[in-house]
């Protein structure tokens, strides 16, 4: 018996001034990430899914809500262990973030996250998925590092900041996750089961 989590990214996201919005309010899908998130939503169409969860972030609940309309009767609950993470960069422009290697971490300290911190909250919404939903399959809607962290994980790798500059080198085919990509996350509910595998499509 397998628990399948496909855990997604939200849809491109409306964001004129290139900055790095983060928990910030009021940042909703783009036109295009509308049409992603149907893309996604046509995709996982083939599965039968039982829930569907997502960030509390607007954008994140905006494309479940166009996830859900693909399947009838199942209506996305929220779950903060989805939220994005939380640094101290938020609103500043993506080009300097973007010079820096994406690193949201190093030396932060509470109320801000490390890398091992998002991971543990997703490993928590794992745990509990795989015990609600036992032999089902389920759609989670996140962001960026909250694909990333848990793929590291899956293939052996305690998470580092750095290691999103290089993520072809940890077994992901692109350099980071698409807006609207889907992690497909397959446990062996048998005991002592573990991750069978995780793969990575972008539906469009």
């Given at each position: 018996m397998e628990t399948t989590i496909y855990l997604m990214?939200?849809?491109?996201?409306?964001?004129?001034?290139?900055?790095?919005?983060?928990?910030?309010?009021?940042?909703?899908?783009s036109e295009a990430g509308v049409q992603q998130a149907h893309a996604a939503g046509k995709?996982?169409?083939?599965?039968?899914?039982?829930?569907?969860?997502?960030s509390p972030m607007e954008r994140a609940r905006q494309t479940a809500e166009i996830v859900s309309s693909y399947h009838s009767e199942v209506d996305p609950r929220v779950d903060r262990r989805l939220i994005?993470?939380?640094?101290?960069?938020?609103?500043?422009p993506t080009a300097e973030l973007?010079?820096?290697?994406?690193?949201?971490?190093?030396?932060?300290?509470?109320?801000?996250?490390?890398p091992?911190?998002?991971?543990?909250?997703?490993?928590?919404?794992?745990?509990?998925?795989r015990d609600?939903?036992?032999?089902?399959?389920?759609?989670?809607?996140?962001?960026?590092?909250v694909l990333v962290f848990p793929w590291l994980h899956a293939h052996g790798h305690v998470p580092e900041a750095l290691m999103k500059d290089d993520l072809m080198n940890y077994m992901l085919p692109v350099d980071y996750p698409a807006t609207a990509?889907?992690?497909?996350?397959a446990?062996?509910?048998?005991?002592?089961?573990?991750?069978?595998?995780?793969?990575?499509?972008?539906?469009y």
């Open positions: 990214r939200h849809g491109q996201v409306h964001n004129p001034s290139n900055v790095l919005y983060g928990r910030m309010p009021g940042f909703l899908l995709w996982l169409a083939r599965q039968t899914v039982s829930a569907i969860y997502s994005e993470v939380s640094t101290p960069y938020e609103g500043r973007a010079a820096m290697g994406w690193d949201l971490y190093t030396g932060n300290q509470p109320p801000h996250e490390i091992q911190m998002v991971l543990d909250r997703i490993l928590d919404f794992f745990a509990y998925a609600a939903h036992r032999g089902e399959a389920i759609v989670a809607v996140g962001h960026g590092d990509s889907i992690m497909t996350f446990f062996d509910e048998s005991p002592g089961g573990a991750a069978l595998r995780a793969t990575y499509v972008c539906p």
